[in-house]
């Protein structure tokens, strides 16, 4: 019995990661910036290529921006497309940067997000589709919303 629910546990899981193989490879189509894996690994880090192309996460409170306090605009790190201003970031208390708004809607895309067994909403960048993080309905007024986002997937542009 214990090796049946393993099993099924074991199906379930590849059947997941193949459909959202399968979505990545579907949104690939709706990003100006297109370019081969091959590609990304030899312009990325080992971690921006895990977190901005396999939709990886860095760990809490080790990213070089949680905790940054200047002015400036954070870009995506992939493409350099303007992604959030700095006085749309606040202190969430998650070890990751917040912000609760974005730059534009062109800019930072939503894509459903089913892994991990829960539904959110995932935040790429909208000119190269590079993962940045999620976004949650958690956040400090005007918006309400908490953009939970990978340092490692931003560069910082100061003023």
Known sequence: MKIQIILSFLLVSALAACAQTNE???NQGDFKIQKSEKEWREEL???EYRVLR???TERAFTGK???NKEDGTYLCAACELPLFESETKF???TGWPSFYDIVSKENVMELRD???GMVRREVVC???GGHL???FEDGPKPTGLRYCINSVSLEFRKE
């Open 24 to 26: 990545s490879a579907e």
């Open 45 to 47: 880090s080992d971690l």
């Open 54 to 56: 396999e939709k990886g």
């Open 65 to 67: 921006y949680w905790d």
């Open 91 to 93: 202190k969430s208390g």
């Open 114 to 116: 089913e892994s991990l």
């Open 126 to 128: 909208g000119r190269c």
């Open 133 to 135: 993080g999620h976004v």
